[in-house]
């Protein structure tokens, strides 16, 4: 039985989640709970390759093989690494996981939901997060954003206002779904105040040694 704790961040594209992620375990080491940072798609080899693929924008990849492909390279992950991890005790803090696919292959590509769900819990072996944070953003504020920072576009941030104001809304579904699993916190605002926010929403997961001051 796995012993370790799973902390996931989601959210639209430009909604901060890498950001988050990496001031995250910066202060959870700090704080006496290191934590390793993986991302996804990728974290083991298979799994980085099959994400260039899938982020290739010169690349036409159909809304059913994209799905499998992000569901393939997240059984690699939880085979090869993150199983491993959280038998032995582990936090993990993971740049996107499940809830990713459900919003933008599920809701965003319209495949539905529940037929996405279905796959990744065949992909993963029924493993979810104990706790996610969700990084709130309206698509305008997020697609603002991507444009600030001056580089390409990937396939998936190509795509137009309906597929993010779905893929936006399909996230606020899920956090209603599961209140006990879900933290949403406000990404418009400062840096800091989503850190603060986050470290808020995970203090029950961590060692009491922990100096969570």
């Given amino acids: 039985m796995a012993t370790g704790r799973l902390i996931t961040i989601e959210g639209?594209?430009?909604?901060?989640?890498?950001?988050?992620?990496?001031s995250l375990a910066t202060e959870l080491a700090r704080l006496g709970a290191p934590a390793?940072?993986?991302?996804?798609?990728?974290?083991?080899?298979?799994?980085?390759?099959?994400r260039a693929l899938v982020k290739d924008s010169k690349l036409e990849i159909g809304s059913r093989a994209e799905a499998l492909?992000?569901?393939?390279?997240?059984?690699?992950?939880?085979?090869?690494?993150?199983?491993?991890?959280?038998?032995?005790?582990?936090?993990?803090?993971?740049?996107?996981?499940?809830?990713?696919?459900?919003?933008y292959q599920g809701a965003g590509r319209a495949?539905?939901?529940?037929?996405?769900?279905?796959?990744?819990?065949?992909?993963?072996?029924?493993?979810?997060a104990d706790r996610t944070?969700?990084?709130?953003i309206s698509p305008d504020s997020g697609r603002a954003r991507q444009h600030g920072r001056g580089e390409g576009a990937d396939r998936l941030e190509q795509e137009g206002e309906d597929f993010f104001a779905a893929t936006a809304a399909c996230y606020e579904d899920l956090a209603l779904?599961?209140?006990?699993?879900?933290?949403?916190?406000?990404a418009s605002e400062p840096p800091q105040r989503?850190?603060?926010?986050?470290?808020?929403?995970?203090?029950?997961?961590?060692?009491?040694?922990?100096?969570l001051t």
């Fill in 194 to 211: 989503v850190l603060e926010a986050a470290i808020d929403a995970v203090r029950d997961l961590l060692p009491s040694s922990a100096a």
């Fill in 12 to 22: 639209i594209d430009g909604a901060g989640k890498t950001t988050l992620a990496v």
């Fill in 177 to 186: 779904a599961e209140p006990a699993r879900f933290r949403v916190i406000d």
């Fill in 36 to 50: 390793e940072l993986l991302r996804e798609p990728g974290g083991v080899e298979l799994s980085e390759r099959i």
């Fill in 111 to 128: 495949l539905g939901v529940e037929r996405v769900r279905d796959i990744n819990l065949f992909a993963t072996g029924g493993l979810t």
């Fill in 69 to 103: 492909l992000y569901a393939a390279a997240r059984a690699q992950l939880v085979e090869e690494l993150l199983l491993p991890r959280l038998e032995h005790g582990s936090l993990v803090l993971l740049d996107r996981f499940v809830d990713s696919s459900l919003a």
């Fill in 133 to 136: 944070l969700l990084l709130r």
